[in-house]
């Protein structure tokens, strides 16, 4: 069951990177501009990006290469994939591309970021370094 999460948290980055993607693919309601399902959707990006710096966080972290630069380096990872998925809505009918929307995925993303350098870099928290196990046990 370890050998199965670790290959989950592996390829989960990837696997949620190409899920963005494809909901990024999707047509727009032109409609629905002004809705409160609009609304919702747009706020989102906080989430949708911090979510993806937390997967590849586990991912690093399940293979030993976790610090406080790759850290940094999977910021830089994750805006610049926000940077993408904006510039590739641009030519997705109905839906629009806005620095607005990349300023969203960058805080979700800063946010994220803040977190782990409290939880792992500061105060080692259990869960967090129990994954770092996952990597010891499959002998790699």
């Known amino acids: 069951m370890k ?5 989950v948290l ?3 980055p990837i696997a949620y990177m190409w899920l963005i993607w494809m909901l990024s693919s999707v047509p727009g309601d032109p409609d629905a501009a002004d809705t409160w399902e609009a609304a919702v959707k747009d706020s989102l990006h906080f989430i949708e990006f911090g979510i993806l710096y937390w997967l590849f966080a586990f991912a690093l972290i399940v293979h030993g290469k976790w610090s406080k630069q790759t850290s940094l380096l999977i910021v830089l990872v994750c805006i610049g994939y926000g940077a993408i998925d ?3 809505q ?10 607005f929307d990349l300023f969203k995925d960058a805080v979700g993303v800063t946010v994220s970021y803040l977190i782990m350098r409290w939880t792992y870099f500061k105060r080692a928290d259990h869960f ?4 770092e196990l996952l990597n010891r046990r499959n002998g790699e």
């Open 3 to 7: 050998k199965a999460w670790y290959w």
């Open 90 to 99: 641009m030519y997705t009918p109905f839906r629009t591309a806005t620095w």
């Open 10 to 12: 592996t390829i989960a």
């Open 128 to 131: 967090l370094h129990k994954l």
């Open 86 to 88: 904006e510039i590739h």
